[in-house]
């Protein structure tokens, strides 16, 4: 069974700095893309950075400069360092992957659980 664990929420002061981390988990055969997306309470979940298996990069241009999305291939796990943090960064983050696992072999969409960033003086 495939999952998506995430870690590295927590709370920080406006101008800090916080790692994310989504390991894939299971039986996998390829992944091909993962990114982040965050929903903010009365708002709809809005993609903050995605990574395809090139390496290839997209950003929201609200964290252009401040986020880096990345990933270690070995370990099926990708990051978002988050820099610079402000109030309006605070969200619930979800990583999400597009991935063949083993049991299935075509590719499906996986979210993970979700980690709450605060940031508040």
């Known amino acids: 069974q495939v999952q998506l664990v995430e870690s590295g929420g927590g709370l920080v002061q406006p101008g800090g700095s916080l790692t994310l981390s989504c390991a894939a988990t299971g039986s996998i055969f390829r992944i091909y893309g993962m990114g982040w997306y965050r929903q903010a309470p009365g708002k709809q979940r809005e993609l903050v950075a995605a990574i395809i298996s090139s390496g290839g990069t997209a950003y929201a241009d609200s964290v252009k400069g401040r986020f880096t999305i990345s990933r270690d291939y070995a370990k099926n796990t990708a990051y978002l360092q988050m820099n610079s943090l402000k109030p309006e960064d605070t969200a619930v983050y979800y990583c999400?992957?597009?991935?063949?696992?083993?049991?299935?072999?075509?590719?499906?969409?996986?979210w993970g659980q979700g980690t709450q960033v605060t940031v508040s003086s």
């Open positions: 999400n992957a597009d991935l063949t696992s083993v049991a299935t072999m075509h590719v499906d969409h996986y």
